[in-house]
């Protein structure tokens, strides 16, 4: 896909990330359905839905033979080498019910499989960043605020670093189980570890230089795409729990300031939860 055309189509993904976000704060604090998913901890309300249909309904009107991905749809569809919007219209759930700060739209677009765009805005804190593949990554905090270019801070090995993870929505025992080994081997080999409950701002929390390191299991593609791309510009990488290649629809991955820290992180994993695929 030429520049100009992925250009065209961060510019409108970003007019949409700030128009629905909207319903995000109409809405914060006063929520009228919270619903459950996989537990009473993973949880969905009518402003994730309104969300996406918002931005689903918008983008299709410009780009009818664009796919779709969603969050929220009913029925997902599979990722293909076509041009793909991946959406996650509230990343950070939990915490916009809990009106704690940490939340944002998640757009992500991929061509043959490479996310490409990346859009992710948090309206609470007002922080927009903004990635296309090859043009760098940045973030523009307030309206009007001048664009900081975006790049990783360098981090020497894990026993220097701040790690981030997270619990997840699922109460599977055996996920839990997995979830603790790790804490308990990442925890005694790093400066800290914190979860702040979106995949999408932790790892560009990375890409803004202030977090080394973050890997889960169980997140899923519209988590990840658009933040990937955020963080690849930002000089950053991501990679498989194990190490190999990054596979959006894995359903877990590691995401660092370099590969050598990726490295040695997934090094001393002592689990690699294989689950559904997205
Ligand atoms: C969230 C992810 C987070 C994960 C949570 C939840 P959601 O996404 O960003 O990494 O730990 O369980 O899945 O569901 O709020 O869009």
Not at 7 to 22: D, N, P, T
Not at 146 to 160: D, I, K, M, T
Request: charged share 25%; with cysteine; proline share 4%.
């Amino acid at each position: 896909m030429e520049l100009n055309e992925l250009i065209e189509r961060e510019k409108l993904a970003v007019e949409l990330a700030k128009k629905a976000s909207m319903l995000m704060k109409e809405t914060s604090g006063s929520l009228k359905t919270i619903a459950q998913k996989e537990s009473h901890a993973d949880l969905v309300t009518e402003t994730d839905r309104n969300v996406e249909k918002l931005l689903f309904d918008e983008l299709r009107k410009h780009y009818p033979s664009d796919r779709f991905i969603g969050e929220e749809e009913s029925s997902k569809s599979e990722l293909t080498d076509e041009p793909t919007w991946i959406i996650d219209p509230v990343d950070g759930t939990t915490n916009f019910v809990h009106t704690f700060p940490f939340c944002c739209i998640s757009i992500g677009f991929a061509v043959k499989k490479e996310p490409c765009i990346g859009v992710i805005y948090n309206p609470f804190l007002d922080h927009l960043y903004t990635a296309i593949k090859g043009q760098g990554a940045k973030l523009v905090k307030g309206d009007g605020g001048e664009p900081q270019e975006l790049r990783v801070r360098s981090c020497n090995s894990l026993r220097e670093s701040l790690v981030m993870t997270e619990y997840g929505g699922s109460r599977d025992e055996k996920k839990r189980d997995a979830i603790l080994k790790a804490l308990q081997v990442i925890q005694p080999n790093c400066h800290g570890v914190r979860s702040m409950g979106s995949a999408a701002l932790n790892i560009c929390s990375i890409a803004s230089g202030y977090v080394d390191i973050y890997y889960e299991f169980g997140i899923h593609i519209w988590d990840i795409c658009a933040a990937i791309v955020v963080l690849q510009e930002a000089k950053g990488y991501v990679c498989d729990t194990q190490g190999g290649p990054v596979d959006l629809c894995a359903r877990r991955l590691i995401a660092a300031s370099s590969e050598n820290l990726a490295k040695e992180l997934s090094s001393l994993l002592p689990v690699h939860l294989e689950l559904e695929r997205d």
